[in-house]
């Protein structure tokens, strides 16, 4: 299947402090990203649509100033969580659109603990 | 209501039991159903697509029901692998897909 590798798998960073994340399609072209978040024994929830060559699409409650994302080409999108605060720790997970309309390929996943 | 639900959970069962897992969705017009695995600090991990017609797939049955908007997943003959969180993937449009809160399973020996 479809390969989508994200990096960094875990992260510790200090309040305040930016951390990227970024998610590549390995094998295949991506025109589509999906960022989703994962607290703990909770489900992962839409953060925000990533369209390469266009602004992303930001779900409801998601601050588009602090969780910047970038798609500037078909295998790259990138995740930035600004001046991040430790409420923002969490498990960030990408998949992408390989454009058949079946089954979404996901990244990793990146463990992000603010401290 | 939330768009995708499934039972709470926690399932507790020993090797080599049946358990079945039940998945309601509220939006009518959803087109594609799934059935993710979820190991615990992984990502999702797909472990199979369901069909109207229903699919199987070794000890994994799936089925859908449109008419009532529900989707299930039998596992029989449970394996201590088979321990895991399960999440009940729904695609409104593209590939939007909308998870449930998943429903964590653990196989005792």
């Known amino acids: 299947g479809a390969v989508v590798s994200q990096h960094p798998s875990w992260v510790i960073c200090k309040s305040g402090t930016s951390v990227k994340i970024e998610c590549r399609s390995l094998?295949?072209?991506?025109?589509?990203m999906f960022w989703y978040r994962q607290f703990p024994k909770q489900s992962l929830m839409l953060m925000a649509t990533s369209n390469e060559g266009s602004k992303a699409t930001y779900e409801q409650g998601v601050e588009k100033d602090k969780f910047l994302i970038n798609h500037a080409s078909l295998t790259l999108s990138t995740l930035t969580v600004t001046s991040a605060h430790p409420e923002d720790s969490s498990f960030y997970i990408c998949s992408a659109d390989t454009g058949s309309g079946t089954e979404a390929f996901f990244g990793q996943g990146t463990r992000l603990t603010v401290v | 209501r939330k768009e995708v639900e499934q039972d709470p959970g926690p399932f507790n069962v020993p090797e080599g039991a049946t358990v079945a897992f039940n998945c309601t969705y509220s939006n009518s017009a959803s087109q594609s159903f799934f059935w993710y695995r979820q190991d615990c600090r992984k990502e999702p991990k797909l472990l199979m697509s369901v069909y109207s017609s229903g699919n199987e797939d070794g000890r994994f049955t799936a089925q859908l029901n449109r008419a009532s908007q529900y989707i299930s997943l039998l596992i029989r003959d449970s394996k201590l692998s088979d321990s895991a969180t399960y999440l009940c993937?729904?695609?409104?449009?593209?590939?939007?897909?909308?998870f449930g809160p998943g429903t964590r399973l653990s196989v005792l020996p």
């Open positions: 094998d295949f072209q991506a025109t589509t």
């Open positions: 993937v729904v695609d409104n449009y593209g590939q939007n897909f909308v």
